[in-house]
């Protein structure tokens, strides 16, 4: 599976941006796909995740309210609308695909996911 995250740039606090994954190589409808971040210095952490069928989608505390994950199955694409912006959400973005089926929920932990894309850079200025 081949991922690939378009959408990131720089905006100004309070802004907008929206992102997507392109997925390639197998279908993705049938798996969880997530969301991960990692800002300079820091550790990779989850952002956001969607259940293959689309029917539960998790948040890190951080970004509820603000961020919306979505995925067109038809399309192989996860999207990530994130509104109201702040400086601490600079950070490069990754969009990663879990091909365990058995899992009961979203994975948290970025060691539990398989393939992932080289991440698009959101930078927002204060």
């Known amino acids: 599976v081949q991922l690939q995250a378009y959408g990131g740039g720089l905006v100004q606090a309070g802004g907008s941006l929206r992102l997507s994954c392109v997925a390639s190589?197998?279908?993705?409808?049938?798996?969880?796909m997530s969301w991960f971040r990692q800002a300079p210095g820091k550790e990779r952490e989850f952002v956001g995740g969607?259940?293959?069928?689309?029917?539960?989608?998790y948040y890190a505390d951080s970004v509820k309210g603000r961020f919306t994950l979505s995925r067109d199955n038809a399309k192989n694409t996860v999207y990530l609308q994130m509104n109201s912006l702040m400086f601490e959400d600079t950070a490069r973005y990754y969009c990663a695909v879990d091909l365990d089926r058995s899992s009961a929920h979203i994975a948290r932990d970025a060691a539990d996911y398989d393939y992932w894309g080289h991440g698009t850079l959101v930078t927002v200025s204060s």
């Open positions: 190589g197998r279908r993705t409808s049938s798996y969880d």
């Open positions: 969607i259940r293959w069928s689309g029917g539960s989608i």
